[in-house]
């Protein structure tokens, strides 16, 4: 499903030519159509391409991305970044080697509605930051075999997280379950704090009848809603007039004010995510999803299955 999307998306960005495309199962879909097409990574090296989206099944990123690095040639990986945290490593570290350009498809960055959120958050328009929610659940894709949920999807909150509150994870707990016959959960629910003192929760699984994708941001401003489905952004600001019943006066909570849903340019995330990648290769921009970015989006997803397995809290400053 990823190929075909990224396939359109380089055919409709400026600057950036679809030349060759390859995979070992064939063409069923007809994506390439008049486009050289190969039957492996090594085929498109040969012929001389400057850069490659790597959307093939992640256990076989680091087998293909390292092939990249050592012909010098710039990668989109998508997400996660690799299938375990000591093969991201070996990315990194390949790619540092060759002084090429790798990034990571966590493209929830470059939903309008988060982009306007981070942009908020850090002007200030929450004031102080208390938590941070994200809901991520819908059926089960049957085209993801080799990583549960925590991994594949999971990745996009742990990321966007961390991303938004421009700070790293600093505990966790989580709980998973097996309920699809599986041997990767597909369930998983996390709870933990970020280095900046912000709360984290996030429930994320394949087992929900319907799509959902919200971030819910907290703060003593009142609360922002991000719907990344329909990239929507909406504030809920805290009330301020004061009541006159003083049973609840005498609580110092928050009431219900003015609800503003916010007009944004709503671009496709996918094709601002190449345009990143593009621009990095060019050397104008610098908001592409760095490997380094992505092995650490991993290292809290292995956190959090870790959790699961042994029932404690992870303490991840200990292990940065």
Do not use: C
Not at 121 to 140: K, S, W
Not at 220 to 225: L, N, Q, S
Not at 306 to 318: C, I, K, P, V
């Amino acid at each position: 499903m990823m190929r075909r999307r990224h396939a359109r998306v380089i055919r409709e960005v400026v600057g950036i030519d679809l030349v060759a495309v390859a995979d070992a199962m064939g063409d069923p879909h007809g994506v390439a159509g008049e486009t050289p097409m190969f039957d492996s990574v090594q085929g498109l090296i040969d012929a001389g391409v400057d850069a490659v989206v790597v959307a093939v099944p992640t256990k076989f990123h680091e087998e293909v991305g390292l092939a990249l690095a050592e012909a010098g040639v710039h990668a989109l990986i998508e997400k996660p970044v690799a299938h375990e945290l000591p093969a991201a490593e070996r990315l990194v570290a390949a790619f540092e080697k060759a002084g090429k350009v790798a990034a990571v498809g966590h493209v929830e960055r470059f939903n309008p509605a988060l982009v306007s959120l981070r942009e908020r958050i850090a002007n200030g328009d929450l004031g102080e930051v208390y938590q941070i929610q994200t809901r991520r659940q819908g059926p089960f894709p049957a085209r993801i075999a080799d990583v549960g949920v925590v991994k594949d999807l999971g990745s996009h909150d742990i990321d966007l997280t961390a991303w938004l509150a421009q700070s790293q994870y600093a505990t966790l707990a989580a709980q998973t379950t097996h309920r699809s016959g599986r041997a990767h959960e597909d369930m998983v629910s996390i709870t933990g704090k970020l280095a900046n003192g912000i709360m984290v929760n996030h429930i994320v699984n394949w087992l929900t009848p319907f799509k959902e994708r919200l971030t819910l941001v907290t703060g003593e401003r009142g609360a922002f809603v991000a719907d990344t489905l329909t990239a929507d952004l909406t504030f809920f600001e805290n009330g301020t007039h004061a009541g006159s019943w003083d049973a609840v006066a005498a609580f110092r909570g928050v009431s219900e004010g003015t609800v503003t849903r916010f007009a944004l340019e709503k671009r496709e995330p996918l094709r601002s995510e190449h345009e990143a990648f593009r621009d990095a290769i060019l050397g104008v921009r610098d908001d592409a999803v760095t490997l380094r970015e992505g092995t650490e989006t991993l290292r809290v997803a292995e956190a959090a299955i870790e959790s699961a397995q042994s029932g404690t809290t992870l303490d991840l400053s200990a292990r940065a």
